[in-house]
């Protein structure tokens, strides 16, 4: 009976060693993988813009991660103007090494733009650029969430 005993608690001991230990190899995958975001305006039309947005994740750990298709979030002034489509899509970012993803591109209608966020056509017009939030969230290893958030300009700098 106490050498059974003995065994399920030195069982238990392991077990939960080794999820100690796999939680805190995720949470440093987590601190070091980066991801490389840019926007641009791919196209405008009668309907409104589309905006293109590039990912480069990069991995500089010693171990291979899968990461998510990111969902990414469009912001002006703390209101979500748009966002990319959901997909249950692994990538795979071998050590040491950085995969640059297809790009995601996100639609944003002018009554959109209008009714949602007038300041962000004015400060267009006014400024011939508008800075903008870009969100990138995803999950590694199907387990940890990871968000990051990127500040970016659009546009030339000249007056509409």
Do not use: C
């Not at 400024?127 to 970016?152: A, F, M, R």
């Amino acid at each position: 009976m106490i050498k059974s005993r003995h065994i399920l608690y030195g069982a238990g001991a392991l077990a939960t060693l080794y999820g100690v230990s796999y939680f805190l190899k995720l949470n440093r995958f987590s601190q070091e993988l980066e991801t490389v975001t840019n926007a641009s305006i791919h196209k405008i039309t009668l309907q409104g813009i589309e905006l293109q947005v590039d990912v480069t994740l990069k991995n500089p750990s010693g171990g291979s991660v899968k990461v998510k298709q990111p969902f990414v979030k469009i912001v002006y002034n703390d209101n979500t103007i748009a966002s990319s489509q959901m997909q249950n899509v692994n990538i795979e970012v071998p050590k040491f090494s950085e995969v640059k993803m297809e790009p995601i591109r996100i639609n944003i209608g002018f009554l959109t733009l209008a009714t949602k966020v007038p300041a962000l056509l004015k400060e267009y017009r006014d400024k011939g650029q508008i800075s903008i939030v870009v969100k990138t969230i995803t999950t590694i290893n199907d387990k940890l969430p990871y968000t990051k958030t990127d500040n970016i300009t659009l546009g030339s700098g000249k007056k509409a």
